[in-house]
């Protein structure tokens, strides 16, 4: 099966309640500056050749807009729908899954578990989970259930330093992944990643989009690491998103071509 850039992503506005959004520092952030900046994702992401679907701010769930916790993309044809760790971002799904019931086939996390789908990294066929302060056991055995079924394995590791698994770790391409010092890279490597380390921590979060990666403007020495591999780069300003401890995978929710599976 081939990594390519996913065929459409799901992303979701800005509400202007994102100033009570939840974050580690208590920094104030600007919703329409955030707004503006995922306006020029998903730019990037039709320059790409994705199909963008912008789903509705809701004024009601300050987080939204990080859609990628609402669920995780198993294949083409599937989707499962989590339960976030926070109490306050649980609301924000019922809408996710509506929209991504039109397309996909949908299967809910059963029982108590919760999990975050920004604590999961695909590498091939397997889904490696964090288990960090959003994503528990009995949330990551759930999603192994699903994945099970569509030829996937989960595997989980703890996640130390970070918000989220992909807070420290993405792939960049076919079994190559940045990832910072904080990451689990012992369990990366054994699951035979190529490990780029960065120690910039906005860094470790980037987008492939097929060739093309996004890469966050606040990790100037990370966009020159990965071009001096070969990447073709592209620099986004998300610092809005940052102060709310989001990044770039975090603002969709991407589906990949029959066949293939994306980042
Ligand atoms: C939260 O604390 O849940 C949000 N402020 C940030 C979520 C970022 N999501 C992600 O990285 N997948």
């Not at 503006?36 to 320059?47: C, I, K, M, N, T």
């Not at 999990?115 to 066929?125: E, I």
Request: hydrophobic share 45%.
């Amino acid at each position: 099966m081939d990594l390519a850039a996913p065929a459409r992503a799901f992303v979701r506005g800005v509400p202007a309640s994102y100033a009570r959004c939840l974050r580690r520092e208590p920094v104030p952030v600007d919703p329409a500056r955030a707004r503006s900046q995922v306006g020029e994702y998903a730019r990037l992401l039709r320059a790409a050749g994705v199909a963008v679907e912008e789903l509705p701010a809701d004024e009601a769930c300050p987080d939204s807009c990080f859609i990628e916790d609402t669920a995780v993309i198993l294949d083409a044809k599937t989707a499962f729908v989590t339960r976030p760790g926070a109490l306050s971002r649980r609301p924000e799904v019922a809408p996710v899954a509506l929209a991504l019931g039109r397309v996909l086939w949908l299967v809910a996390l059963e029982g108590e578990g919760t999990l975050d789908g920004g604590d999961v990294l695909r590498l091939g066929d397997t889904l490696l989970v964090g288990l960090s302060e959003r994503t528990d056991e009995a949330g990551a055995a759930a999603l192994g259930g699903a994945a099970r079924r569509v030829g996937l394995e989960v595997v989980t590791v703890p996640v130390g330093e970070g918000l989220h698994l992909k807070s420290v770790v993405t792939l960049v391409a076919p079994g190559c992944v940045v990832a910072h010092e904080s990451a689990p890279l012992d369990a990366l490597r054994r699951l035979g990643a190529r490990v780029i380390e960065v120690d910039e921590p906005a860094g470790a979060n980037v987008l492939a989009l097929g060739r093309v990666v996004l890469v966050s403007t606040a990790a100037p020495g990370t966009r020159a690491r990965l071009e001096r591999e070969g990447v073709e780069v592209r620099a986004i300003d998300v610092t809005e998103l940052h102060k709310g401890d989001g990044a770039l995978t975090c603002l969709s929710l991407r589906v990949p071509a029959p066949g293939c599976w994306c980042a």
